[in-house]
Structures are given as structure tokens and as C-alpha cells.
């Protein structure tokens, strides 16, 4: 039931992400508002919810996407692999968790795209890459974390509470 | 002594007074007495006009209060239609100046037949430059075919569903158009890049390029139809011992505000990559 509430959610997101967050930018870098969810999900929530959030968010906006589909995919089941270790080894701290994974992520999808693009031929000269792409979106990304991880956290509360009174 | 009659009196002291006020008003100081005779009823009436107003509005104004909130509720709720009104008939003139310069450029350019469409996202991806429009295979489009505006080139369709199409721009950096100038006479490819810049790669050195020079596509290739306006040399570059010069292009199409565009659907793009050459092994 969390996911079906959920996906809503993550498609509302791909769209905001398509439309007003790629007109916001960082120099030429955009906010990844899913990779931030899905972030803040996997650190709010200790069910396997988060796993099936990220097939199907990855999913969907590998088929929006022109980079190739293994891409997000792989990015956002990594995104919530990596919250969960975090959340449950190192420490339980979540707002530096929360920091600490979204910055991780993000430097991995980037990286990825980066390496991915270069496989299918498409060269970019990776210092401007860096300067006017990755870091700026890495920032964007570190920006919304916390804003994000509120809202995130109250959501799957609620979806709790929701559940369990039903 | 005849004794005068009461009657006579009265009549005289009735003239007396009449030709005394005659006389008063034609001086000029009948004003003056009246005016001082009534300015303490002037003053009285003005007391107490105020003091019955003020009880007539104490009993009245509330009333009048709640009447006039629900006016000004109504008011602003109109207020707040019309103005919610006036916001979509703008975005409607916009949206219909927009097709206006597409169908004046669809006319002016009968060889070719078009699909409007609006461009309703962007890749989520901040490496890529592409556009999703709201029209797809059901209308039309299919994979290859140029997409302009009344500007000039947009890009061409990189994929397509049933219901929208992906568009990859000319500012993307994968993106090669062949080209030629118009002044020079001669033929380039303009590149995309990362930052959305447009670039004009392989001119021969000895090729003098000039900044305002018109780029079009050229037609070579098989990938856009020629004479589709692109946008102008702006700076450009001749490196030492560089094996060709470049330039910066100033692009006809504004893509940031992109809205609505034109798909050419009677183009067939041709995909030359099986003729070209491969080194031997």
C-alpha cells in the first residue's frame, strides 16, 4: 500500500523534474528531485518499499531519458542500497546521513552519465563537465536535501500512521 | 381736533416698515441684520443635524457594514476571476502568436509539410539537451524527421511513442549539423555542447569567415533538408597551426523559451553510417 501511495509521488516529482527544475539551474546544472527523494526515503523508512520505489522511478525516467536506461536505474537502487548501510552501520545521525548520501549519489549518477555517454560515443570535455555541470548540480542536490528529507519524513509517518489505524 | 383713526396708524406704520425694509435691502444692510439674526439657527440646526445623524448612523452602519463586506466579498472575488481570466487570455495570445509565426512560415514554405507541436518537457538529465513534444507515431512523427520553428532549426526526432515525441536539440552535444555559409560559400558542421553553445567546426583556414555571415543546413548528409536557417557567425577563431578554424554561432532559435514547433514529416532522414568507410583490420 506505502508504494501505490507513493508512486504518485515519484511521477509528480519526474514531472516537476522535466518541466520547472530543469528552468532552475546551477551554470548548466539541475536538481535531481527523485535521486532526492528516494534519498530521504531509504533513510525515513526500514522497510524494502524503498527498493521497489527506485525500480520503478529509475524505470520511468529511463524511459523519458536519451542516456541510457541502466543509468538511473542502477543510480537509484544504489541511492537506497547506500541509505540503508548508512542509516544502519555507520551512524544514526540522519540529517548528516542524509547529506552524506545525497552527495555520494549524486557524484555517482553524474560519474555514471559522464562514463555512460562516453561508451555510446559522445565525448565532453570534463573540465567544463565538472565546473558547469556536476558540481553545480551535486550542490543543487546537497541544497534540497534537508527540505526534502523534512517533507519525506513526515510523508512516510503519516503513510504509517495511515496504515496502521486501518 | 379731528382725531385720526386707529385704522390710518396701522396703515402708516405698515408703510414705515415696508419702506424701511425697501430702504435696509436697497443699502445693502438687510443682508447683514438677516445674517446676524439667523447664524445662531444656522448653529442650532447644524447641532443638532449632527447629533440626530450621529443616532441614525449609530442604528444604520452596521447594517450598512455587513452589506458592504458582502460587496466587497463578491468584488474580489470577481476581481480575482477576471484577473485569473486575464492571465489565461494572455497565455492564450501568446500561445496563438506562436502559431500564427508557424503557420506564416509553414506558408511561406509550401514544399514541406508539418505537424505542430508543443514542447512539453526537457530530459531530466542536465548532460543532455532534449525536448519531449505532446505529438507522436499516432500523428506522424517518426524517428529522423527535422523539427523547426519560424526561428529556424530546432533539432531533429531522437525517439517517438505513440503520443510524444523526443527531440534532440542542435545545442545537444552530440549534435553535428552540416551547414553552409552564406557569404563564404563554403561548408561546415555546426556542433553542439554542453552549455548549450553552438559552435562552427571544420572551416578551412583559408576560408575568410565573417562575423554576421548566415548559417543554413547544407543537405548533406541526409539528416535536415538545406536552406533551414540557423543562426549567424559571431566570433571567429583561427588557432596557430590549427588544422581548421571555428566560430561561435549565435543561434536563430531561442531554446530556452521554446513552445511550440513545427515537425517537417515529408523529410526522410537517411541514415548514411552503413556507407561509411571502416578502417580495414
Given at each position: 500500500m506505502t508504494v501505490l501511495a507513493v508512486i504518485p509521488v515519484l511521477i509528480i516529482l519526474l514531472l516537476l523534474q522535466t518541466t520547472i527544475a530543469k528552468e532552475m539551474t546551477l551554470l548548466d546544472g539541475t536538481v535531481d528531485l527523485v535521486l532526492v527523494w528516494l534519498a530521504a526515503w531509504g533513510l525515513s523508512t526500514r522497510d524494502r518499499s524503498g527498493y521497489i520505489l527506485a525500480v520503478v522511478s529509475g524505470a520511468l525516467v529511463a524511459y523519458i531519458t536519451?542516456?541510457?536506461?541502466y543509468i538511473y536505474l542502477s543510480v537509484y537502487i544504489a541511492v537506497i542500497i547506500l541509505a540503508k548501510f548508512v542509516f544502519n552501520k555507520l551512524w544514526e545521525s540522519p540529517l548528516l546521513a542524509m547529506f552524506a548520501i545525497t552527495m555520494v549519489s549524486s557524484i555517482l549518477l553524474y560519474t555514471l552519465t559522464y562514463a555512460g555517454l562516453r561508451l555510446n560515443g559522445v565525448s565532453y570535455p570534463f573540465g567544463i563537465t565538472l565546473n558547469r555541470v556536476i558540481i553545480p548540480s551535486v550542490f543543487l542536490n546537497l541544497f534540497l536535501a534537508m527540505p526534502v528529507y523534512a517533507i519525506v519524513k513526515d510523508f512516510s509517518g503519516w503513510l504509517n500512521r495511515s496504515e496502521e489505524s486501518a | 381736533m379731528k382725531k385720526i383713526p386707529i385704522r390710518t396708524w396701522q396703515t402708516l406704520a405698515i408703510i414705515l416698515v415696508v419702506g424701511g425694509v425697501l430702504v435696509l435691502a436697497i443699502s445693502g444692510m438687510l443682508g447683514r441684520i438677516v445674517g446676524k439674526a439667523i447664524d445662531p439657527l444656522i448653529g442650532t440646526q447644524s447641532w443638532f443635524s449632527t447629533r440626530v445623524n450621529a443616532v441614525v448612523d449609530f442604528f444604520t452602519v452596521p447594517r450598512d457594514v455587513l452589506t458592504l463586506r458582502e460587496q466587497n466579498a463578491a468584488l474580489q472575488n470577481e476581481v480575482s476571476r477576471l484577473q485569473s481570466e486575464i492571465l489565461e487570455l494572455q497565455q492564450q495570445l501568446v500561445e496563438t502568436d506562436i502559431l500564427y509565426a508557424l503557420l506564416d512560415f509553414a506558408r511561406e514554405n509550401p514544399d514541406n509539410t508539418y505537424i505542430a507541436a508543443s514542447v512539453i518537457g526537457k530530459d531530466p538529465s542536465p548532460f543532455l539537451n532534449y525536448v519531449i513534444l505532446d505529438h507522436g507515431s499516432d500523428d506522424g512523427i517518426f524517428k529522423g524527421m527535422p523539427v523547426v520553428t519560424e526561428q529556424g532549426l530546432v533539432g531533429s526526432i531522437d525517439a517517438v511513442t505513440a503520443s510524444a515525441a523526443r527531440v534532440k536539440l542542435i545545442t545537444d552535444q552530440s549534435s553535428v549539423v552540416n551547414v553552409k555559409l552564406q557569404k563564404s560559400k563554403t561548408e561546415a558542421q555546426v556542433q553542439g555542447s554542453i552549455t548549450g553553445d553552438v559552435t562552427l567546426e571544420?572551416?578551412?583556414?583559408s576560408v575568410q569567415l565573417a562575423e554576421g555571415d548566415l548559417v543554413f543546413t547544407s543537405g548533406m548528409g541526409g539528416s535536415y533538408p538545406p536552406e533551414i536557417f540557423i543562426g549567424q557567425v559571431l566570433s571567429p577563431q583561427l588557432k596557430e597551426n590549427a588544422l581548421f578554424q571555428t566560430a561561435a554561432i549565435q543561434p536563430s532559435v531561442d531554446f530556452n523559451n521554446l513552445r511550440a514547433v513545427l515537425v517537417i514529416t515529408n523529410f526522410k532522414s537517411v541514415d548514411i553510417a552503413p556507407l561509411v568507410p571502416t578502417p580495414m583490420q
Open positions: 536519451a542516456l541510457p536506461w | 571544420m572551416v578551412s583556414p
